[in-house]
């Protein structure tokens, strides 16, 4: 097994080819439960990760919409902790005329 080391927290750090992971699945899926993210290659190009169940749809749900994105931001953010001057944003649209 390649053990490589990555600066991402959640990028595989251990590669494995679909051959080597083939006769070996069961140890594989302990090893992620223990250690995390196994990525697996053919012909030395990454084609699958193997992570544990509670990994995964944090990944799924990474790319939100812009909408769902915004708000959650705006619900997980307290503002007045931010220490904002409210006129920071006065100017950066354009008033629209009635």
Do not use: K
């Amino acid at each position: 097994m390649l053990i490589c080391m990555s600066a991402y927290q959640h990028t595989p750090h251990r590669r494995l080819t679909v051959a080597q992971a083939r006769d070996r699945l069961a140890d594989i899926v302990h090893e992620v439960e223990a250690h995390g993210p196994v990525e697996l290659t053919e012909d030395g190009e990454a084609v699958a990760v193997i992570m544990t169940l509670d990994e995964y749809p944090r990944l799924a749900d990474a790319r939100l919409d812009s909408w769902t994105a915004y708000e959650r931001f705006r619900l997980g953010t307290d503002f007045a902790d931010l220490n904002v001057d409210d006129g920071v944003f006065n100017g950066l649209r354009c008033a629209t005329e009635t």
